[in-house]
């Protein structure tokens, strides 16, 4: 039983930092910013990282690691299979702004970068795809989706 509090806890918790770090590293970003401001919002995807890795083991160890509800309430609600193929597709689409903070960070502080426009719309189709996953959520706690 506390095991599977923890796991909840964790899993509750990463929900919150990814939410968080996204949303500031949308609010952050402008059409050209400093290395210096490149850097910041780098820690805040590191943040996000994080978030969405420990979301993920302990997801998946709640899933299958036979705490809480048995794995085959989740296995057998296509409900679930859109909330992890929404999150797994929000982390592809995350790839690409990573690689460019996590290279542009670096050199003179100063030095002011653009910002492609790919970035500003993954960031947002993220978000957007990020808060459907809550009404997933609470479909499948209410049953719905089960075979």
Same mark, same amino acid.
Request: net charge positive; glycine share 8%.
């Given at each position: 039983?506390?095991?599977?509090i923890i796991l909840r806890y964790l899993h509750f918790i990463s929900i919150f930092?990814?939410?968080?770090?996204?949303? &500031?590293?949308?609010? $952050?970003l402008k059409k050209a910013m400093t290395r210096k401001e490149i850097k910041r919002?780098?820690?805040?995807?590191?943040? !996000?990282?994080?978030?969405? @890795?420990? @979301?993920?083991?302990?997801?998946?160890?709640?899933?299958?690691?036979?705490?809480?509800?048995?794995? =085959? +309430?989740?296995?057998?609600?296509?409900? +679930?299979?859109?909330? =992890?193929?929404? +999150?797994?597709?929000?982390?592809?689409? &995350?790839? !690409?702004?990573?690689?460019?903070?996590?290279?542009?960070?670096?050199?003179?502080?100063?030095?002011?970068?653009?910002?492609?426009?790919?970035?500003?719309? $993954? @960031?947002?189709?993220? $978000? @957007?795809?990020? +808060?459907?996953?809550?009404?997933?959520?609470?479909?499948?706690?209410?049953?719905?989706? &089960?075979?």
């Amino acid at each position: 039983m506390t095991t599977e509090i923890i796991l909840r806890y964790l899993h509750f918790i990463s929900i919150f930092a990814i939410v968080g770090s996204l949303v &500031s590293e949308h609010l $952050l970003l402008k059409k050209a910013m400093t290395r210096k401001e490149i850097k910041r919002i780098a820690v805040i995807d590191g943040v !996000y990282g994080m978030g969405a @890795l420990t @979301l993920l083991a302990a997801g998946l160890t709640l899933w299958l690691g036979g705490f809480g509800k048995p794995s =085959v +309430f989740h296995t057998q609600n296509f409900i +679930f299979h859109i909330k =992890v193929t929404l +999150f797994a597709t929000i982390g592809i689409l &995350s790839i !690409y702004p990573t690689v460019f903070f996590t290279k542009n960070r670096k050199g003179n502080p100063e030095e002011v970068v653009p910002i492609p426009k790919a970035i500003v719309m $993954l @960031l947002r189709i993220e $978000l @957007l795809l990020l +808060f459907i996953i809550p009404l997933l959520a609470g479909l499948m706690a209410k049953g719905i989706g &089960s075979f």
